[in-house]
Nanobody, 125 residues
């Protein structure tokens, strides 16, 4: 139904910047929200940021507020994560997440989730 592909990860020095991209394909007209999670070695996956597709409302984890910015391009079915002032603790695999909103034949609503394959971000000291 929906396929997500991330790109833009890499190696950067502390204080540097990276911009991640996530392109959605398939049934994208049902998109409710898109966002980013990350997972460092030996740790559980954690929420980073999310943007609501209808009005652009954004949400950020406290650890990235003021440094990361999420944005969207409806025409390209793409969400971005601009990461500035990167720290070594930002090192992780970053996963793109999408949530769709659909109405069933009986009138109920469902919110299926979709995930990208992940892109590695490494921040050196």
């Amino acid at each position: 139904q929906v396929h997500l592909v991330e790109s833009g990860g890499g190696l950067v020095e502390a204080g540097g910047s990276l911009r991640l991209s996530c392109v959605a394909s398939g049934r994208t007209y049902d998109t409710y929200a898109m966002g980013w999670f990350r997972q460092a070695p030996g740790k559980e996956r954690e929420f980073v940021s999310r943007i609501k597709w209808s009005d652009g409302t954004t949400y950020y984890a406290d650890s990235v507020k003021g440094r990361f910015t999420i944005s969207r391009d409806n025409a390209k079915n793409t969400v971005y994560l601009q990461m500035n002032s990167l720290k070594p603790e930002d090192t992780a695999v970053y996963y793109c997440n999408g949530k769709s909103r659909t109405t069933t034949y009986g009138g109920g609503r469902t919110y299926p989730l979709y995930w990208g394959q992940g892109t590695q971000v490494t921040v050196s000291s």
